[in-house]
């Protein structure tokens, strides 16, 4: 009888693992873990902390939010910029929109130059901008100055307390106007050009064209150009604290939530108050971009 030699398979051997795709974004990680989570983390633990006259630094817990959410500052401004984006954001976003449809229409001549000239401001800083339009808004020596004299009046009071949001809206919307529209205009060229041939044939007009194939083909464009824009106005900063040396009884040191943290931190070195309320804003943005962009990606599948 033949012996069967039974042939034991041998385990195979795990592969190792591959390294080199670290190697390419570890110089990423490195810097974002010491640019983004690191500065994070380090504000997080400021806020549990709380320097005072006598015993030095000590820790609160959670006594800085208690106190941040019974500050009439903080709720001030915090109200302040979200008016500031229930206004301005709609007004940025449908001129950008509007915009983008003409260029896109094939009607308006010389659309590459109005493409170009829109979107030149946002290559401006956001720095020169504000000293720009300070110095159009200026009662004595801008061109707001030069109309009143004009007229015999003082018709223009942009640094005025009911205007000065509107003219810091004005800036801001001169500003991310371009960027917004090229948003748009990007996604409008990845349409296929075979849907409007279609829509010619069956006598659809520029109109029907527009609410039935562009606008549907812009929604997730508009959803991110709407998170956008929602980060940017609760980040408000630039415009507002340049122009607080021509309006220095309009706008104030907690006109929005950055500016009140800046003046906290560097001005009255309340450190943990200030990381306090950088970390709340940063939760109240993140929670209501969120949820802009889930309604909107629900209207999208839908």
Do not use: C
Not at 156 to 161: G, N, R, T
């Amino acid at each position: 009888m033949a012996s069967v030699s039974v042939t034991r398979s041998r385990p195979l051997r795990r592969a190792r693992r591959d390294w080199r795709g670290w190697g390419f974004v570890g110089p990423f990680m490195v810097v974002f873990l010491a640019v983004l989570v690191a500065p994070v983390i380090y504000a997080i633990v400021l806020s549990l902390f709380r320097t005072q006259l006598v015993g030095g630094s000590g820790f609160v817990g959670l006594g800085n939010y208690g106190q941040l959410f019974q500050d009439p500052k903080f709720w001030e401004s915090l109200f302040r910029v979200t008016l500031f984006l229930v206004i301005q954001v709609p007004i940025m976003l449908a001129l950008s929109l509007f915009v983008a449809l003409a260029i896109d229409s094939a009607r308006l001549h010389g659309s590459s130059f109005f493409r170009i000239a829109i979107f030149l401001p946002y290559a401006v800083p956001g720095v020169v901008a504000a000293l720009i339009w300070g110095f159009i808004y200026g009662n004595q020596f801008g061109l707001t100055g030069s109309i009143n004299d004009l007229i015999g009046f003082d018709l223009l009071q942009p640094f005025s307390s009911d205007w000065i949001l509107a003219s810091i809206g004005n800036i801001v919307t001169w500003e991310f106007l371009g960027y917004n529209m090229l948003i748009f205009y990007a996604a409008l060229k990845v349409i296929p050009t075979d849907l409007y041939e279609a829509a010619e044939l069956d006598g659809a007009g520029q109109f029907r064209i527009i609410s039935g194939i562009k606008l549907p083909a812009l929604r997730s464009s508009i959803v991110i150009a709407t998170v956008f824009s929602i980060i940017g106005s609760f980040q408000l900063f630039n415009e507002p604290n340049l122009l607080k040396a021509l309006a220095p009884n309009v706008i104030s040191s907690y006109f929005t939530p950055n500016m009140y943290a800046y003046n906290l931190s560097f001005a009255g070195q309340q450190f943990n108050y200030s990381a306090t309320v950088a970390i709340v804003m940063g939760i109240i943005t993140a929670v209501i971009a969120y949820i802009v962009q889930l309604r909107g990606s629900r209207q999208e599948v839908r």
